[in-house]
């Protein structure tokens, strides 16, 4: 092993990642990480919260070990737990408080949801037909799902997902400079999908091309800044193919992003998606998992063909670091649920089975919702007897 290469800043800088989600913000500009520092590949950090009770302790440690832990060199991640001062509280409702009125929080995403991004190091490899599965297995746990197609020129979640209409648009509220788009929604049994999608707004795919460069390329901010995306438990992010600018650009405008990466068996598709994977960690996004799709197709007869490799998964997941979350079979009714905009995953069969497991795991055991209920310490509520003023 080499020297450690982790200082506290770089420690800081990951820990910016980690939200808040009571106070929308950031645990490290709130004033709540008391110290960070890494020593023989172990990070050490210290987090003062509101008041020691609140349930918000369990998502905040697993946010800062998954980051954390994402770092090269560190090994192992220590959690000290401490509680504000009366004085550093009220600081901290002061912030939370010019935040909330600022609302120049700086996306119209809200801070409790948790956004995953799919992500591939090529086209093809099904980005898209886990994106629209996952969503409708989780709606039909009854969650609030936001769709976002980040695949600007290549979308194809509106049809994937039987969604056509044009985008609407709302005249702007009180306190909004201009209206806002409002998204598509598809009912799944007890949930909701809101899907936006350059496709509900241009009307082929050869005028998105058309536009390409022109007003597209700004088309994610937009899906950031100007949809009233409401409330979402779960946002997932169809991204392009490969590494470049949108990813990029999402990094730095979500920095709650997760992002799970989906390969076929093939050793060439694990090969890039690699690359994917190393773009995330220097962007600071944790990796949630592997997605293995287009795995081994089973024959009528149940013998099984491996049509596209095997254990392209297992060796991708090694290779990161992270878990192995699914392997979707090859099947003919993932490619014509997507066709037919009715997914597979609403339906049966094995590859449905699959995405409802792996949406069951994110759910209970990777990402759980943020569940403010249950909080004792709902802290915003003490925020008019600290600031008497204002
Ligand atoms: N598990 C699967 N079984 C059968 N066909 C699949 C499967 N996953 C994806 N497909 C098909 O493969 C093609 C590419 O998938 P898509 O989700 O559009 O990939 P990407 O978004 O990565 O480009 C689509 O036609 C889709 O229907
Ligand atoms: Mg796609």
């Given at each position: 092993m080499s020297e450690p290469s982790v200082d506290e800043s770089e420690v800081l800088a990951i820990l910016r990642g980690v939200m808040d989600p009571e106070l929308g913000d950031n645990i490290v500009d709130l004033g709540m990480v008391r110290s960070a520092y890494v020593e023989q590949g172990t990070a050490h950090i210290t987090i003062a919260l509101t008041t020691a009770g609140c349930p918000l302790r369990a998502t905040i440690k697993r946010d800062c070990e998954s980051r954390v832990s994402s770092l090269p060199d560190v090994s192992n991640v220590q959690l000290h737990w401490d509680e504000l001062t009366a004085d550093e509280r009220t600081r901290v409702m002061q912030r939370a408080r010019a935040n909330a009125r600022d609302t120049a929080a700086p996306t119209q995403i809200p801070p409790r949801a948790r956004v995953i991004s799919i992500a591939s190091g090529k086209g093809g490899v099904g980005k898209s037909s886990v994106t629209v599965n996952l969503a409708t297995a989780l709606a039909s746990k009854g969650f609030t799902v936001g769709v976002l197609d980040a695949d600007i020129w290549g979308f194809s979640v509106p049809r994937m997902l039987g969604v056509d209409s044009r985008l609407s648009a709302r005249p702007a509220s009180a306190g909004e400079e201009r209206g806002k788009i409002v998204p598509e929604e598809r009912r799944e049994g007890p949930g909701v999908i809101k899907v936006v999608s350059t496709g509900l707004m241009v009307e082929t795919e050869e005028t998105a091309l058309m536009w390409r460069g022109l007003m597209l390329a700004k088309a994610v901010e937009q899906f950031l800044h100007d949809v009233d995306w409401g409330e979402v438990d779960y946002l997932l992010i169809d991204m392009p193919p490969g590494t470049g600018d949108v990813q990029m650009a999402l990094a730095r405008l979500l920095p709650q992003a997760e992002m799970m990466v989906v390969t076929t068996p093939a050793l060439s598709?694990?090969?890039?998606?690699?690359?994917?994977?190393?773009?995330?960690?220097?962007?600071?996004m944790p990796v949630l998992g592997v997605i293995e799709n287009m795995s081994a197709f089973?024959?009528?007869?149940?013998?099984?063909?491996?049509?596209?490799?095997?254990?392209?998964?297992?060796?991708?997941?090694?290779?990161?670091?992270?878990?192995?979350?699914?392997?979707?079979?090859?099947?003919?009714?993932?490619?014509?649920?997507?066709?037919?905009?009715?997914?597979?995953?609403?339906?049966?069969?094995?590859?449905?089975?699959?995405?409802?497991t792996i949406a069951t795991r994110i759910v209970e055991e990777i990402l759980p919702p943020v569940n403010m209920d249950d909080c004792t310490a709902s802290s915003l509520t003490e925020v008019p007897v600290a600031l008497p003023n204002e």
């Open positions: 598709a694990q090969k890039v998606a690699v690359r994917v994977a190393d773009m995330a960690r220097r962007s600071h089973t024959a009528p007869d149940g013998s099984s063909w491996p049509l596209f490799g095997e254990g392209g998964g297992e060796r991708l997941a090694a290779e990161i670091g992270a878990p192995l979350l699914g392997s979707v079979p090859l099947e003919a009714a993932v490619s014509t649920g997507g066709d037919t905009g009715q997914p597979v995953a609403s339906a049966g069969g094995r590859a449905s089975e699959v995405f409802h």
